[in-house]
């Protein structure tokens, strides 16, 4: 089985500002769908930076979090923020299975702990 390695740098396919250009009503001139088409241009690539800073954060985020995250790569990280959760959840359900095992004992007064 092969592995695919998430990364910070993947960048995510979008419609090449040519298809968008191509797409226009014939009654536009030339010279507007250059204009057109360098305004597309811009836009793409300053949404794919801001993207890009916005994964970059939040990857820098999960790293403070999850621990020993700050050593690990972005691949790494994941794997072990998964067995992070996991291991969260198993402690949630065995401080759930105590409260409640407590709260019985408390109810029936005929079971005491200790001496």
Known sequence: MEKT?????TKRSSPSPSTA???LPVCFSRRTRQRLSDAT???????DDEEELGVEEKIEALQTIVPGGTALEVDELFEETASYILALQCQ?????VITAFLERCDKNDDMKFGG
């Open 5 to 9: 390695v998430a990364t910070s740098h």
């Open 92 to 96: 949630i359900n065995a401080i759930k």
């Open 41 to 47: 241009t811009s836009t793409v690539s300053e949404s």
């Open 21 to 23: 250009v191509n797409a």
